[in-house]
């Protein structure tokens, strides 16, 4: 089977500019988590959706935005890019239910310059 | 709010020799406890979780924690360690207040370094 998978896995922006990564979860999960990762950082989370609905939020400014699709895949935008967003973004996947555990892509390494 | 301490950002042990990570963790609920590895440029990796069940829990490659409710500490312990454990060791939390994996809080990683 596989995990869950994410694009691009390297990207490169300029300060100001807009960027979209994606990721598609195991099959049968229907909750869909993003994580911000900083060098040197542990995960931070930023938003949990399932059944395409925002579910939990993290501390993160409204220039972070997600949304998730019929099939359960799903989108996290970036607006008005700033040095500091320049990170390794981790998409998890599990299924519904209290303390299920999530399963992580490789993640998509964005860098701002 | 919920929240994680490792101690320790790196630990340095020799191959053959125990592993003891620390990880306390606050939280104003019943927690869900996990640990996760990561190696070089990938993801994160599950090694076991806690849900309530038996405090002391095994995961793979031979790790294992127990839950001590009375100190909040979820500390993770292998007896011997291999080379191939060296990576970034991550304990995080979650209060499942809602549906599916929840939001977890990590802590800040300890890196794990075997000696020959």
């Known amino acids: 089977d596989a995990g869950v998978t994410q694009s691009p896995t390297h990207l490169i922006k300029t300060r100001g500019q807009q960027v979209t990564l994606r990721c598609s979860p195991i099959s049968g999960h229907k909750s869909v988590s993003w994580y911000q990762q900083v060098l040197g950082q542990g995960p931070q989370f930023i938003f949990q959706y399932y059944e395409k609905e925002e579910r939990g939020r993290g501390n993160f400014p409204d220039r972070f935005s997600a949304r998730q699709f019929p099939n359960y895949s799903s989108e996290l935008n970036v607006n008005a890019l700033l040095l500091g967003d320049s990170a390794l973004y981790l998409c998890a996947s599990s299924k519904i239910g209290t303390g299920e555990e999530a399963f992580f892509g490789q993640g998509t390494r964005l860098t701002v310059v | 709010a919920q929240s994680v301490t490792q101690l320790g950002s790196h630990v340095s042990v020799s191959e053959g020799a125990l592993v003891l990570l620390r990880c306390n963790y606050s939280s104003s609920v019943p927690p869900y406890l996990f640990w996760y590895v990561q190696y070089p440029n990938q993801g994160l990796q599950l090694l076991l979780k806690y849900t309530s069940a038996a405090t002391l829990v095994k995961g793979i490659n031979g790790f294992e924690a127990e839950f001590k409710k009375s100190e909040t500490s979820f500390h993770l312990t292998k007896p011997s360690a291999h080379m191939s454990d060296a990576a970034e060791y991550f304990c995080?939390?979650?209060?499942?207040?809602?549906?599916?994996?929840?939001?977890?809080?990590f802590g800040k990683g300890t890196h794990l370094i075997i000696q020959p």
């Open positions: 995080a939390v979650s209060e499942g207040t809602g549906g599916g994996a929840d939001g977890l809080t």
